[in-house]
């Protein structure tokens, strides 16, 4: 079965610092990847997916990750962290076929500090 | 599209009763999906539709919990005999029909949260 791996469930940095969040999945096929966000008391929003293509993925809000096969990662990056991003994030799998439902990792809380 | 809407957003209630939750997909999505989320875990999957067929169920769905989508456009999900263990978020999500295949984006909802005291 697919799993979802989120290395650091807090992590924290300066406001205008690197934000790096890790993400590994487990399958011997590379699925569709995702990487979404959840505000405090909201649903989930998708800032950016991988499906096929280009393993340098662009999302929203300035964020990108990088889709590395060899390493069966797809690590969310920002290079310049704002207040505004402190929220919750989830990495998630879909494995390819026929399957339509997410496989979550178990998240990753972001704080900036000032 | 005022996307996808759940209600109610908040339920209280005691163990051994019954609860319903609505969820209403944005308009024209054929799919839909319910997961649970409990805290500090990313959400779980526990059923999807297609139209209003069931087609998947995750074993996390016992007998006591049945999900519907009569009319392929707004779904419930129905706890029954409710237990301790289900207090939880359950988020509904929905996505559109076309030819993208698995990758195709879920929207989600808001939420209902449960409280099973």
């Known amino acids: 079965a697919q799993s979802v791996t989120q290395l650091g469930s807090h992590v924290s940095v300066s406001e205008g610092a690197l934000v790096l969040l890790r993400c590994n999945y487990s399958s011997s096929v590379p699925p569709y990847l995702f990487w979404y966000v959840q505000y405090p008391n909201q649903g989930l929003q998708l800032l950016l997916k991988y499906t096929t293509g280009a393993t340098l993925v662009k999302g929203i809000n300035g964020f990108e990750a990088e889709f590395k096969k060899s390493e069966t990662s797809f690590h969310l990056t920002k290079p310049s962290a704002h207040m505004s991003d402190a929220a919750e994030y989830f990495c998630?799998?879909?494995?390819?076929?026929?399957?339509?439902?997410?496989?979550f990792g178990s998240g990753t809380q972001l704080t900036v500090l000032p | 599209d005022t996307g996808v809407s759940q209600n109610p957003r908040h339920k209280i209630t005691k163990r051994g009763q019954n609860v319903t939750f609505r969820c209403d997909p944005i308009s024209e999505h054929n799919r839909l999906y319910w997961y649970r989320q409990t805290l500090g875990q990313g959400p779980e999957f526990l059923t999807y539709?297609?139209?209003?067929?069931?087609?998947?169920k995750s074993r996390l769905l016992s007998d006591r919990f049945s999900a519907e989508r009569p009319k392929g456009s707004f779904s419930t999900l129905e706890i029954q005999r409710t237990e301790q263990g289900d207090s939880a978020m359950y988020l509904c999500?929905?996505?559109?029909?076309?030819?993208?295949?698995?990758?195709?984006?879920?929207?989600f909802g808001p939420g209902t949260r449960l409280l099973v005291l």
């Open positions: 999500a929905s996505s559109p029909r076309g030819s993208g295949g698995a990758q195709e984006t879920q929207y």
């Open positions: 998630a799998v879909i494995p390819s076929g026929s399957a339509r439902q997410l496989t």
């Open positions: 539709f297609q139209n209003e067929a069931q087609l998947e």
